[in-house]
């Protein structure tokens, strides 16, 4: 009997070939100048299409040039973007495959040196201990209006929607950090509903601009994975209200990388069939609580088709999304599909997330496989 992982699906308002979606995953691939997609980089998103997901979400795309995180990022903050990033939409339908733009803002975590860095509150960032500087009320509406006009912009190079980022550390998570948000006004407070303010009024102005057909997914860290930060029954009670406020899916990750290194959303040590899915527990709740309002998703750490399979017979998630494996294996489901089951040969060490600085991310673990001379560096 075919796996019902790999039946087509409608998730989130998107026509999906299988359950399967490959999680924001940024490759460092942009032009670092105009933030636009290389052709190196269109190459790769094709490759991933072709490999058989159900549908890509691209990496995040910074929505203000503040709010850019990392070198060679892809924008989407200005219209001048459109064009190119139409041409990346094409190149992946043409292969068959629906994708979806992340929009974030880095907040704390800004690539640009000189001025302060803009956080909900004058904190210091926690990993790098350079000062923030807390936002004007001004400056947190023009940031909900970036964000909804870059939800626009993802509409008009026809992509099939778009995902805001909530998760692993960045602006959005910063404001419902009770660490990073200290604010007394309208966009803070002693509670997680008060200090989501933010991202429930961009949620109201995207909707309004981008129509009620247009699929809008979230991604959210279940707890900030610090202490202090806020816990996994504040991310769930956020949850709750994020399938209210009607957002088609909810990636349910969690951690920052600011956090217990233990608790991060890329986490190590994952052995396939032991320990996959370290957010199960977490995206089973949700999914219990929004009973069928809004699709759950999980990612992190996932590494086999039965695993799925179990996840999706318990009533764990709706979809399955996997970053780190299809770094090491692009084709991976087309693998599983043609017969192929065993499980991902990523081995979760994370060598990956540090080739971007010299160049698009690959895998150095399978590349290292490829040529024969595998070992895993030191660091794994
Ligand atoms: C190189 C790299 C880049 C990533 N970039 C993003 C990103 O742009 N947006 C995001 O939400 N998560 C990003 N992630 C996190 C993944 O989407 C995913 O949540 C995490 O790696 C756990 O899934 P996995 O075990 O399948 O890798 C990135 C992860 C890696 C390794
Ligand atoms: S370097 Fe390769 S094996 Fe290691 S986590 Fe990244 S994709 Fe997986």
């Excluded at 960045?170 to 948000?181: H, V």
């Amino acid at each position: 009997m075919e796996n019902i992982i790999f039946k087509p699906v409608m998730l989130g308002k998107v026509g999906l070939k299988n359950r399967i979606i490959r999680s924001a995953t940024c490759l460092s691939g942009a032009d670092e100048k105009t933030g636009n997609p290389s052709s190196a980089l269109i190459g790769r998103y094709k490759e991933l299409a072709a490999g058989g997901v159900g549908v890509i979400i691209t990496g995040h795309a910074y929505v203000n040039v503040e709010g850019k995180a990392s070198f060679r990022q892809l924008s989407i903050c200005s219209d001048d973007d459109v064009l190119e990033l139409s041409r990346l939409v094409n190149e992946v339908h043409e292969a068959g495959c629906p994708i979806l733009f992340q929009l974030s803002h880095a907040g704390a975590f800004k690539a640009k040196e000189g001025e302060p860095a803009l956080a909900p509150s004058d904190v210091k960032n926690p990993k790098t201990g350079t000062s923030c500087r807390a936002m004007t009320v001004s400056e947190i509406h023009s940031t909900i209006s970036n964000f909804a006009k870059a939800a626009v912009r993802a509409k008009d190079s026809n992509a099939d929607g778009a995902q805001i980022h909530l998760a692993h550390g960045f602006l959005l998570t910063q404001f419902l950090s009770p660490l990073f948000n200290k604010r007394k006004d309208a966009y803070g407070g002693d509670d997680i509903a008060k200090r989501a303010r933010i991202i429930f009024e961009i949620l109201e102005e995207t909707r309004y601009r981008v129509g009620d057909d247009f699929p809008l997914w979230v991604k959210i860290s279940v707890m900030e994975g610090i202490q202090q930060g806020y816990t996994s029954l504040e991310g769930i009670r956020l949850a709750e209200e994020l399938a209210k406020a009607k957002v088609d899916a909810i990636e349910v990750s969690g951690g920052t990388f600011y956090g217990n290194e233990t608790l991060t959303p890329s986490r190590t040590g994952i052995i396939a069939g032991k320990n996959e899915g370290y957010f199960a527990e977490e995206a089973r709740a949700i999914r219990e609580r929004i009973k069928g309002r809004t699709h759950v998703i999980l990612v992190g750490g996932l590494r086999s088709i039965e695993v799925m399979a179990n996840f999706y017979d318990k009533g764990v998630a709706d979809g399955f999304a996997l970053s780190r494996p299809l770094i090491a294996e692009p084709d991976l489901i087309n693998r599983w599909i043609d017969g192929n089951r065993e499980p991902s040969e990523c081995i979760s060490c994370n060598a990956c997330s540090r080739t971007g600085k010299s160049g698009i991310v690959y895998c150095p673990v399978m590349r290292d496989a490829t040529e024969g001379i595998w070992a895993p560096l030191p660091e794994c």
